[in-house]
């Protein structure tokens, strides 16, 4: 059997009840040693459970917040004691107090971490019939939106059980959000430290339909979503500032070689340099603003120019066999335009998602291999 003597779990909790008393007990029961308790600033009427505890339990650790901070930072503050506390710790653990999350299951994930020296997400089937139907909802669509515009396959983006190896806990203690963004702020860490992780199949258990959490839906979800979509909107506020500065460069250029040149040479010469001006903005801007990647600044612009080339000729290309396609004349000028439009635009998605998972993909340093 494992021993789990180096790993801490990591118990927020808001308000309990008898669950997070059923929590500790399996935890105890299956073999953990260590439990970091937090109270985040819970109701007087709900202190004692907390206070119970840890004076039934030597393995319980209690911190304690004054008022409600959130549980992001009920995980970092727990987190930053485990780093403090802990010298010999291999690693944390994030549990729920609700009962949710079966302590076999726990050990299952930190085994496997222990064995792999990954993160280990403990994920949910939200194909079965007992799931709530907002559940299921909200986290297919966010599981959709994070592979879309993240780049990113999680089965399950909101599981609040998570082995996390100690080198990892260094690097997201300090990650944004103090509330359940940070969960969501750690995957997007994962993906751009180049942090691997695994998915183990955990039980899916909902009680009294999930009514003990304290997810707000709209004002939670619309913390989460707008991190995710962040990326893209980055990328879409990099390619306007690159496109200004290429027609600016254009135009400027154009003034300043008309003495010297005419014709196609102008047109090409000032072209040619505002372009290479502008997708150079476009490059470190993608790199340290939008995909914010550690990635080998040499291989990655390769890769950029490799696909930029290519995209352009394929502007042209799909967009007159469209027009062939269609049997659109010369003369429609309107619809021609249109079209133009919409294959931009598809290029333009499809542009997004190649340099996400390809051109600016973080790569793994030796610890993380």
Same mark, same amino acid.
């Given at each position: 059997?494992t021993?789990l003597?180096?790993?801490?779990?990591?118990?927020?909790?808001?308000?309990?009840?008898?669950?997070?008393?059923a929590?500790?007990?399996?935890?105890?029961?299956?073999?953990?040693?260590?439990?970091?308790?937090?109270?985040?600033?819970?109701?007087?009427?709900?202190?004692?459970?907390?206070s119970?505890?840890?004076?039934?339990?030597?393995?319980?650790?209690?911190?304690?917040?004054?008022?409600?901070?959130?549980k992001?930072a009920?995980?970092k503050?727990a987190?930053?004691?485990?780093?403090?506390?802990r010298?010999?710790?291999t690693g944390?653990?994030?549990?729920?107090g609700?009962?949710?999350h079966?302590?076999?299951?726990?050990?299952?994930?930190?085994e496997?971490?222990?064995?792999t020296?990954?993160?280990?997400l403990?994920?949910?089937?939200?194909?079965?019939?007992?799931?709530?139907?907002?559940?299921?909802?909200?986290?297919h669509?966010?599981?959709?939106i994070f592979?879309?515009?993240?780049?990113?396959t999680?089965?399950?983006?909101?599981?609040?059980?998570?082995?996390?190896?100690?080198?990892?806990?260094?690097?997201?203690v300090?990650?944004?959000?103090?509330?359940?963004e940070?969960?969501?702020?750690?995957?997007?860490?994962?993906?751009?430290?180049?942090?691997?992780?695994?998915?183990?199949?955990?039980?899916?258990?909902?009680?009294?339909?999930?009514?003990?959490?304290?997810?707000?839906?709209?004002?939670?979800?619309?913390?989460?979503?707008?991190?995710?979509? %962040?990326?893209?909107?980055? *990328?879409? $506020?990099?390619?306007?500032?690159? #496109?200004?500065v290429?027609? &600016?460069?254009y !135009?400027?250029?154009?003034?300043?070689?008309?003495?010297?040149?005419n014709g196609?040479?102008?047109?090409?010469?000032?072209?040619?340099?505002?372009?290479?001006?502008?997708?150079?903005?476009?490059?470190?801007?993608?790199?340290?603003?939008?995909f914010?990647?550690?990635?080998?600044?040499?291989? %990655?612009?390769?890769?950029? *120019?490799? $696909?930029a080339l290519?995209?352009? #000729?394929?502007?042209?290309? &799909?967009?007159? !066999?469209?027009?062939?396609?269609l049997?659109?004349?010369d003369?429609?000028?309107?619809?021609?335009?249109v079209?133009?439009?919409?294959?931009?635009?598809?290029?333009?998605f499809?542009?997004?998602?190649?340099?996400?998972?390809?051109v600016?993909a973080?790569?793994?340093?030796?610890?993380?291999?």
């Open positions: 059997m021993d003597s180096t790993i801490s779990v990591v118990l927020p909790s808001l308000d309990p009840d008898e669950k997070l008393v929590v500790v007990d399996g935890l105890l029961e299956y073999g953990f040693q260590d439990i970091i308790l937090v109270n985040d600033g819970s109701k007087p009427e709900n202190v004692h459970y907390f119970d505890l840890a004076a039934q339990h030597p393995q319980i650790h209690l911190l304690t917040h004054e008022v409600n901070k959130g992001g009920a995980l503050n987190f930053r004691y485990f780093l403090e506390n010298p010999e710790g944390v653990v994030t549990v729920d609700d009962n949710q079966h302590p076999a299951d726990t050990r299952a994930c930190c496997h971490m222990l064995e020296g990954h993160t280990t403990g994920c949910r089937d939200f194909t079965l019939e007992h799931v709530p139907a907002r559940s299921r909802f909200g986290n669509t966010t599981s959709a592979k879309l515009f993240v780049g990113m999680i089965s399950d983006t909101q599981t609040g059980l998570r082995a996390i190896p100690r080198d990892v806990v260094e690097q997201i300090d990650v944004a959000g103090d509330r359940f940070y969960e969501t702020n750690m995957l997007l860490a994962f993906k751009t430290k180049g942090i691997p992780f695994d998915e183990v199949k955990i039980r899916t258990v909902y009680i009294e339909e999930n009514k003990s959490s304290h997810f707000r839906v709209i004002h939670d979800s619309w913390r989460i979503y707008k991190l995710i979509l %962040a990326h893209f909107f980055r *990328y879409t $506020l990099s390619s306007l500032a690159s #496109a200004i290429d027609t &600016l460069g !135009g400027l250029l154009s003034w300043a070689f008309a003495p010297l040149l196609f040479a102008l047109t090409a010469a000032a072209g040619i340099i505002a372009r290479v001006i502008s997708s150079l903005l476009n490059f470190f801007l993608n790199k340290l603003v939008v914010q990647t550690n990635v080998d600044t040499k291989k %990655a612009m390769l890769r950029y *120019y490799c $696909l290519p995209q352009m #000729a394929a502007q042209v290309l &799909l967009t007159q !066999g469209v027009y062939a396609l049997r659109i004349s003369g429609a000028s309107a619809l021609r335009t079209i133009y439009a919409i294959v931009m635009v598809a290029l333009y499809i542009s997004y998602m190649i340099q996400q998972r390809w600016f973080p790569q793994k340093s030796e610890s993380q291999k």
